[in-house]
């Protein structure tokens, strides 16, 4: 049987240390990512540079007024022949290795599996009410939704 194979996408505007971070964090990962897709909405492109320092990233320029979150996104799927996408936002970071390995063993629990989601921690920046949407959203235990 032939591995599956998993994509991320990114939107990315006027990244800081921290993205390139999550970069260095994608590419140890223990399920192998297969590409990792950018929508660039910043003004000064960074494509070539990017792309050398991080092989599995491929560039893709957007003007600014054309960002839309879910359209964004949506345009980047149209890059990808993975089997499987892993959206993230550039300010993420992966508590760990395994966070592409737990997202896609998810699906083998139950053919019923549709969507997968990760726990978001608040960074040590973020406001009380952030803190406090992130415990609602994404509490300690893990749990299956249904329609």
């Not at 936002?89 to 998810?106: F, G, I, R």
Request: charged fraction near 30%; aromatic fraction near 10%; hydrophobic fraction near 35%.
């Amino acid at each position: 049987m032939q591995k599956k194979t998993v994509d991320v996408i990114i939107p990315v505007y006027k990244p800081g240390n921290e993205f390139f971070e999550l970069l260095d964090q994608l590419s140890v990962q223990s399920f192998p990512v297969n590409k990792v897709i950018l929508m660039n909405t910043g003004e000064a492109p960074w494509k070539e540079e990017i792309e050398a320092k991080f092989p599995l990233c491929e560039v893709h320029l957007l003007k600014k007024e054309d960002f839309d979150h879910g359209g964004t996104r949506h345009e980047g799927t149209t890059y990808s022949k993975a089997d499987y996408l892993l959206f993230m936002t550039q300010d993420a970071m992966p508590a760990n290795e395994k966070l592409v390995e737990n997202l896609v063993n998810a699906f083998s629990w139950d053919t019923k599996v549709k969507a997968a989601y990760a726990r978001q921690l608040p960074n040590d920046t973020c406001r009380e009410i952030e803190k406090y949407t992130r415990s609602f959203n994404y509490p300690a235990e893990s749990r299956v939704k249904s329609k």
